[in-house]
């Protein structure tokens, strides 16, 4: 292992000033107008005015994103919101109709026609015209209210706390002990986490409703029929529509929810119990104590760079990197968030990493999804803009995907007992066959949503049933549990916080049981296929970076039961 890493520096800025810190937006004003003025009268100087504005807008893109960590590090500190706030607020809504002005001015180039056939740039020029086409004033201060609204779920999520034999639990800690062999512990702890969700459900309730009309009101005010097709728009999802969605949705119906089905029922047969109850879907059929991973923060990320290491020595340095530099905040506490995430920093290029460890397995497998999207952002660094360094959603979540289950061949890091390994590996492709439908649950429940704006609660209640029921396994007994289902959904963040943002996790699932296919079939042939695909960053489309992989972009039934059989041979052999 590399004791001293080469810590990167940030590149030198030859358009904003080397000192320059976000303050104001007075302070940025001047640098905005400079590019508004700037001339582009040949192919060089519309490059070179790219190259200054992507140079302002990672130095301003990292600001929030340290303004957005610490408010998450730290839900309950004032002063770290209050600056976070005063970007959305303040900052924010002032860029965004100079930006459209820059957009404006870039596309009545005569350059830019030319410029659009040189690869990579046709991927940018494409995402301009989009942003162009639908951005309306108005939305501006219609979107630093949605913004505001959506900290309020991290901060109402981030103080949900338990107690538990005198010591208050986060509800990440907490949802340790539904691994406990006692099931009378188990169930006393889900009824413990639920009731402390249902405690804020009309809360939840009604801050989703609010945001839904916000954001139905900012797909009218750009000509749209709905809040989905607006943001697939704002995606940039030139490589598929929502039909493919619901293919999507049919194939797993088709494809994946029997082998759930079959799942649930050996579980109830293995545990032997009468009924099987939400509270049993996580212990170990066998009885054995919950797998531990590492014991701590310091275990955890010391294991993860070895594991990355044993795998590549490029993979483990970046992790090596980001720990050097503080980049790694994984352990759960008190007035932190929910969740995890890996931030990218335009500017130094060495992103950030989030997470509310506790000791599960689980939390083993979170620090290799995002540090796939962490050794993503090495990967890109480098490349000249920002947005060449911004891939999409689909090809994003395939990096931190595929990294989960290329990185199993040295999971002995974490698991010295081979019978312990054996059963790690069951229980990450078991997660597989378990994450699919619930990305469809989401993603179909978002279309419902987007498409009946005006719906009631009750509406939105009978329609979450519904489509949870589609994507579930029959087996699990809900009786007396029903109130927990019906909000079952404000658990999922995404729902809140980034709309239309899960298909993804699907759609990359496919493509990194295709990726750990080859993978197992040739290990240099397919990591060597999956670094490649993730240099392209946003030089590609999705199904070209895919091909660069060695995989296919398809949602079909067929191919969906191709893979599924591959991962049932796994979990066979495991």
């Known amino acids: 292992m590399i004791d001293s890493p080469k810590i990167p520096q940030r590149p030198t800025r030859t358009f904003i000033k080397e000192s320059f810190v976000v303050t104001t937006w007075e302070a940025l004003k001047p640098y905005f107008d400079e590019l508004l003025g700037k001339s582009l009268n040949s192919m060089q100087e519309l490059k070179g005015w790219l190259h200054d504005r992507s140079e302002l807008e990672s130095a301003i893109g990292e600001d929030l994103g340290?303004?957005?960590?610490?408010m998450t590090c730290y839900t309950d500190n004032k002063e770290y919101s209050d600056r976070y706030q005063d970007f959305i607020q303040n900052i924010q809504p002032q860029i965004a109709p100079v930006t459209d002005q820059?957009?404006?001015?870039?596309?009545?180039?005569?350059?830019?026609?030319?410029?659009?056939?040189?690869?990579?740039?046709?991927?940018l020029v494409r995402n301009l015209k989009k942003d162009i086409e639908i951005f309306r004033e108005e939305n501006v201060p219609i979107f630093t209210e949605i913004n505001t609204e959506t900290q309020k779920y991290a901060q109402i999520s981030g103080a949900m706390m338990i107690e538990w034999k005198g010591q208050e639990l986060t509800l990440q800690q907490a949802s340790v002990l539904l691994l406990d062999t006692d099931r009378d512990v188990r169930e006393a702890i889900y009824h413990k986490i639920t009731q402390r969700r249902l405690q804020d459900k009309e809360s939840l309730e009604t801050l989703y409703t609010k945001l839904i009309q916000l954001r139905h009101r900012?797909?009218?005010?750009?000509?749209?029929a709905n809040f989905r097709d607006y943001m697939f728009k704002a995606y940039g999802r030139f490589d598929y529509s929502p039909k493919d969605c619901f293919d999507f949705h049919?194939?797993?119906?088709?494809?994946?929810?029997?082998?759930?089905?079959e799942l649930a029922e050996n579980r109830k047969g293995q545990l032997q119990v009468e009924t099987l109850r939400p509270w049993d879907k996580a212990v170990d059929t066998a009885g054995r104590p919950a797998l531990k991973a590492f014991d701590g923060g310091k275990d955890l990320t010391e294991k993860s760079i070895e594991c990355f290491r044993q795998l590549d020595p490029f993979l483990g340095e970046c992790l090596q990197i980001m720990n050097a530099m503080g980049h790694l905040d994984l352990e759960s506490r008190k007035g932190?968030?929910?969740?995890?995430?890996?931030?990218?920093l335009a500017e130094i290029g060495v992103p950030f990493i989030f997470m509310n460890a506790t000791s599960t397995m689980r939390d083993m497998t979170t620090i290799m999804h995002e540090g796939g999207h962490a050794v993503h952002n090495f990967l890109?660094?480098?490349?000249?803009l920002g947005d060449f360094k911004s891939p999409p959603m689909e090809v994003a979540e395939l990096a931190s995907m595929s990294m989960e289950l290329v990185s199993m061949d040295h999971w002995d890091v974490f698991f010295r007992n081979p019978d312990d390994l054996a059963r790690a590996k069951i229980?990450?492709?078991?997660?597989?066959?378990?994450?699919?439908?619930?990305?469809?649950?989401?993603?179909?429940?978002?279309?419902?949503?987007?498409e009946h704006p005006d719906h009631t609660p009750s509406q939105r209640k009978s329609n979450w049933n519904r489509i949870f029921h589609e994507f579930a396994d029959t087996v699990t007994d809900w009786r007396g549990l029903e109130e927990a289902k019906d909000y079952?959904?404000?658990?999922?963040?995404?729902?809140?916080?980034?709309?239309?943002?899960?298909?993804?996790?699907?759609?990359?699932?496919?493509?990194?049981?295709?990726?750990?296919?080859?993978?197992?079939?040739?290990?240099?042939?397919?990591l060597d296929g999956y670094l490649n695909a993730l240099k392209l960053g946003n030089l590609h489309t999705i199904p070209e970076i895919y091909r660069a992989a060695g995989i296919k972009f398809d949602f079909s039934k067929s191919y969906i039961r191709e893979l599924m059989s591959f991962v049932r041979e796994e979990v066979s052999s495991a």
Do not use: C
Not at 102 to 123: D, T, V
Not at 218 to 224: I, S, T
Not at 489 to 517: D, N, S
């Open 250 to 261: 049919d194939s797993i119906s088709s494809e994946v929810v029997p082998v759930l089905e």
């Open 488 to 526: 079952l959904w404000q658990k999922q963040l995404h729902l809140y916080e980034v709309p239309f943002y899960y298909i993804e996790y699907g759609m990359a699932q496919l493509g990194a049981i295709a990726i750990w296919r080859n993978f197992k079939r040739d290990k240099k042939q397919g």
């Open 427 to 450: 229980e990450q492709l078991e997660d597989i066959i378990e994450t699919l439908p619930w990305v469809a649950t989401i993603d179909k429940f978002q279309h419902w949503i987007y």
């Open 102 to 123: 820059l957009n404006r001015k870039a596309a009545a180039s005569p350059f830019l026609a030319s410029l659009a056939r040189e690869q990579g740039y046709n991927i």
């Open 380 to 384: 890109t660094k480098d490349l000249s």
């Open 218 to 224: 900012v797909a009218l005010n750009a000509g749209f």
């Open 66 to 70: 340290w303004r957005y960590i610490h």
């Open 336 to 344: 932190k968030a929910p969740g995890g995430y890996n931030y990218p």
